[in-house]
């Protein structure tokens, strides 16, 4: 008799276009297409681009990411400070170390991975959260509010400068 066996989920194989090799640190956000293999530091998110359903990010044993990671395909080794989105498949390491919450579609996870954070299972990748600080300008433009524009939960009362308060009644410390 012949028997079904269970077929593994296929995801992406090899094909890596951007290394971030073990001596190098990025600070800022990255998006990309393709494969990022990671052995260095990042400083900031990783996101997928939206239309590359292939896109797979590994974090290797001696990578670190310090941000959030959106892709359809991930595959962690090393240590991911931040939340991880999964909208396809999600493959933790022996030493995958994740320090924030872990949104996934299909998981696979081998003995010593370790998830200190909530982990939320959807089959519908679609209905999978997405951080809206990924999608913000990566770049600041300069400071220059008064206390009039400063968002209601900012410190202080909107207006009040406290350098103000301490000048004399005169308005002038001269």
Known sequence: MLSKKKQKPKRPQGHFDTLI????T???NIRFCGGLHVDGKVQGNIMAEEQADTALIRVSECGE???DIVAPHIVINGTVTG???ALSHLELAEKAAI?????YNLIQMEAGASVNGNMVHSKDPDALPR???LNAPLTRGPVDQ???ELPEDSPGEPGVNPLDEALPAG???E
């Open 99 to 103: 320090k924030g919450n872990v949104f």
């Open 21 to 24: 090799s073990a001596k190098t």
């Open 26 to 28: 990025v600070e800022g």
């Open 83 to 85: 939340d991880v989105f």
């Open 131 to 133: 951080p809206a600080r």
């Open 65 to 67: 990411v310090q941000g």
């Open 171 to 173: 308005g002038s410390k």
């Open 146 to 148: 008064t206390g009039d």
